[in-house]
């Protein structure tokens, strides 16, 4: 979640399960061979997740917490308290 959040704010590298997931949605393709049936949940939630996460992060960027829906702004919340714990130790 923070290496996307950091990525999200040119502070990184693109985590590869990011890559993975912004060029599945660019090429509106599944990450694995078959339908939707035949792929890996946790990867589909994982892409869906990092997405919402990469997606909140620019948004707040380029418009600050006006720019966010209610749910981005918690999922905002969380990176920022995660952010913290990060650099000062849990709370």
């Known amino acids: 979640m ?3 959040s950091a990525h999200a704010d040119g502070k990184g590298p693109c985590p590869w399960e990011l890559a993975e997931a912004l060029l599945c949605q660019r090429y509106q393709v599944l990450p694995d061979a078959g339908g939707l049936a035949q792929q890996d949940l946790a990867t589909l939630t994982r892409h869906a997740t990092l997405l919402d996460i ?6 707040f960027a380029q418009g600050g917490l006006k720019a966010l829906s209610s749910s981005e702004r918690d999922l905002n919340m969380k990176i920022a308290q995660l952010e913290w714990e990060q650099k000062h130790g849990p709370t």
């Open 2 to 4: 923070l290496a996307v």
């Open 54 to 59: 990469y997606q909140t992060c620019r948004r």
